[in-house]
């Protein structure tokens, strides 16, 4: 079993910078990749970004050139430093994990991250 814990949520204004993090955790765990996704009130969850464990990386549109993923590390940290926030970006920030087999998904928690104008 793989556990995720998010941190790093909070309340900034417009232009500013944040930086999430997750770590797994479990014993013996093996992972493939990670990423975060979103989902503001009454819109759908929507892929932020990903990254597998040998560093390719994929982002959504909204977020492309302003948000930047790394990791994973060999603690198994992946980490999401977001710049440049707008409004739009306020959401509940989700952390997402696949084992190296692709086979296994996880969920973290979550986090919200609110931006004001």
């Known amino acids: 079993q793989v556990q995720l814990v998010e941190s790093g949520g909070g309340l900034v204004q417009a232009g500013s910078s944040l930086r999430l993090s997750c770590a797994a955790s479990g014993d013996a765990i093996c992972i493939g990749a990670m990423g975060w996704y979103r989902q503001a009130p009454g819109k759908e969850r929507e892929m932020v970004a990903a990254?597998?464990?040998?560093?390719?990386?994929v982002y959504g549109d909204s977020v492309k050139g302003r948000f930047t993923i790394s990791g994973i590390d060999a603690k198994n940290t992946m980490t999401l430093q977001m710049s440049s926030l707008k409004p739009e970006d306020t959401a509940v920030y989700s952390c997402?994990?696949?084992?190296?087999?692709?086979?296994?998904?996880?969920w973290g928690q979550g986090t919200q991250v609110t931006v004001s104008s």
């Open positions: 990254i597998t464990s040998g560093g390719s990386t």
């Open positions: 997402n994990a696949y084992d190296c087999n692709m086979e296994f998904n996880y």
